[in-house]
């Protein structure tokens, strides 16, 4: 099956969100979605999460799933606002609960922040399959970007989240608390084992040196000839090599201070005061 996907760019996270709908029904899911925030002032708003909501509204969609790829570090979700607006089944693996038990030491978030995922409508392990109208999908475990990756493989398109990028961009950072760039390299190899002709579906795109325009639809096939990283057999000593080289260079993510506060809890903003005022913790020295 071939469904219809329907991409929405962020220009602010370079984030692709997607809306994956049946090809000739009206079930969808919704995959990655963004609530915008201005770090500065401290400010949301939700005109990214709007457009999707607009889309899947004006094409009349019954949405059965908001899924998250991960707990993304970059942007912060908007599953609970679309799923009030529209419904749906906020889903992410099962490993989340390593993500909540990591950062809720972090945060020091005590003992009133429940470490099981329960913050989630469904918890997907390895394996695992799930309806969308007549649309199968399909969930791999792909771990070393976070502990919790998955990849949905939904007939012909596989979304990645962070996993891999486009491939003159290469792969995911590996050196969160729980990533690994060996893990990761195998996780690769169970998306590059999917048929060549597979549709993948990145979760960010940032341009690579010498491309002039965002993408983030490519093939198992071109992944696997052409991805600078991992591509034409590339070992996993030398990925391994590479990748933690590059890492040891990069400065964390401008939003992931508030980004995994928020995405630990499926969206949610931390619990408000008496005053009803929500606040957002800054670390010291912990990341």
């Not at 509204?57 to 799923?83: F, G, T």
């Not at 771990?143 to 990028?165: E, N, Q, R």
């Amino acid at each position: 099956m071939t469904p219809f996907v329907k991409a929405f760019f962020d220009p602010a996270t370079f984030t692709v969100s997607y809306v994956v709908r049946e090809p000739h029904g009206k079930a969808c899911a919704i995959i990655d979605s963004v609530l915008d925030f201005d770090h500065a002032s401290g400010r949301t708003n939700t005109e990214s999460a709007d457009k999707i909501i607009a889309y899947v509204q004006a094409e009349e969609l019954n949405v059965e799933w908001i899924l998250e790829s991960h707990v993304h570090a970059d942007h912060l979700s908007a599953a609970p606002y679309i799923q009030e607006k529209v419904g749906g089944k906020i889903g992410i693996g099962d490993h989340i609960t390593i993500v909540q038990d990591t950062f809720g030491k972090v945060f020091n978030e005590g003992t009133e922040f429940q470490r099981d995922g329960s913050q989630f409508d469904s918890l997907f392990k390895e394996g695992d399959s799930f309806m969308i109208g007549q649309m199968r999908g399909d969930v791999l475990h792909t771990p070393g970007h976070t502990p919790a990756c998955l990849t949905y493989v939904i007939g012909d398109a596989a979304f990645v989240g962070d996993t891999l990028f486009m491939p003159d961009f290469g792969t995911a950072r590996c050196d969160f608390p729980g990533g690994s760039s060996e893990t990761l390299y195998n996780s690769i190899q169970k998306i590059l084992a999917l048929p060549d002709e597979t549709r993948i579906f990145v979760g960010h795109d940032y341009k690579a040196p010498g491309r002039d325009e965002y993408a983030w639809e490519t093939t198992v096939g071109e992944q696997k000839a052409l991805n600078i990283h991992v591509g034409a057999g590339k070992s996993i000593e030398d990925f391994v090599s590479m990748r933690d080289a590059r890492d040891a260079t990069l400065a964390m993510p401008r939003l992931i201070l508030p980004s995994l506060q928020v995405n630990m809890r499926a969206g949610q903003m931390p619990p408000a005061d008496e005053q009803g005022d929500v606040f957002l913790k800054i670390p010291v020295n912990k990341l």
